[in-house]
């Protein structure tokens, strides 16, 4: 596995759009404060714990590989922290997304806990009615600071312990915006209960909250317009010269849905009953199944070849569209206006851009060409002084070769 990397300039920029649309920015005490002061913070907070740890810990084992092997396209599918711009392979994702909102809590605890109830809590229902229902808290405190009653909650009651409590992040939330816990006396029950009085926990607002209002009226809008922080797939762009190995692939594990042993066995079974298959199935039968075998994958490796040779390569979700590649394609070009189609396995132009990779048979892995407007591409050829590659020169400068 590859070590986590510096973050680039563009992940930095996908780090402060994250935040950017969270609303995750540190309130007027930290108003100087900038993106990238945050991410460092985030960063050297997690630095510091795996410094920690990896003393008492032995160095990660590396993945067996088969004797004889070929070596593998990619090493295996990876994700971009929003948080700290850190490249961070699959199984490692939830780790290291939980320990970058742990370490954003020296940050912003309002915010951390925002990310906590949001990305951890799966059952998004039960999150939408957890949030709803802490915001009303919050806007009964704002809209009625003077009644004593709405700046208590008793932590025992049913709806507070059914939508609430069972949900990851919400008392670190009620913490962070003010607050604290005390034990209360309550009425108590039966024919003597004037006079008899039980104890029951609450949170109770503190006093020097109703002085901040506003920023209360924030906090709620803030709970209610954020989303769970998603690492972004890492496209792990690669430019390759001109190899009679284009269509040659060996994907690493990461690329399967089942596990290997699971996929022999069906690989197995499917061979020793080819022959019957085929003879009995009907067209709609075979076609339901490949359609079943196509679900089987989560990611795909694409490759683009172009007139000249060189290869475009990218990894994506097999659920993606096809428009997202020719995006990713158009992006790498010099001149990203010029007109082009993308051909796939056989030579079938992929015309319907809102096609799932899975749905038109691009996963695993696939090898396309790329095929220019022939009328548009004259005009530029004959206006150039000489023939140069279409692709950006940076991306050409570290092509690599195709093994």
Sequence with gaps: ?????????????????????????????????????????????????????????????????????????????????????????????????????????????????????????????????????????????????????????????????????????????????????KTLPVPGQGKDSWYCYATEEFYVLREEVLGRLEELKERREQLLSAEPVRARLHRQLTVFRPSPAAARFELPHDFFSLSVEELRREQRLRTEAVEKAAMLRTRAMREKDEQREMRKYNYTLLRVRFPDGYILQGTFYARESVSVLYNFVREALRDDWLPFELLGPGGLKLTDENLAFNECGLVPSALLSLAWDAAVMADVEAAAAEQRSALRPELLASAQTLS
């Design 1 to 181: 596995p590859r070590p986590r990397q510096a973050p680039t300039d563009e992940a930095q920029r996908a780090a402060a759009a994250a935040l950017a649309r969270l609303e995750l920015k540190p309130k007027a005490k930290a108003a100087g404060s900038s993106q990238e002061a945050i991410r460092s913070q985030v960063r050297k907070e997690l630095m510091a714990e795996a410094a920690a740890s990896e003393k008492g810990l032995p160095t990660e084992e590396k993945e067996q590989e088969e004797e004889g092997a070929a070596a593998p396209s990619v090493s295996g599918v990876y994700f971009i922290c929003p948080l700290t711009g850190d490249i961070v392979r699959k199984e490692q994702k939830e780790k290291h997304l939980r320990e970058a909102i742990q370490a954003y809590f020296s940050v912003d605890p309002v915010a951390a806990s925002i990310m906590e109830i949001q990305t951890f809590n799966k059952d998004r229902d039960k999150v939408r009615a957890c949030v709803e229902t802490m915001a009303k808290y919050l806007d009964n405190i704002y809209q009625h600071p003077e009644e004593e009653k709405y700046r208590k909650i008793k932590l025992q009651n049913k709806v507070f312990q059914e939508r609430i409590s069972c949900l990851e992040g919400t008392h670190k939330f009620f913490q962070a915006v003010g607050f604290e816990t």
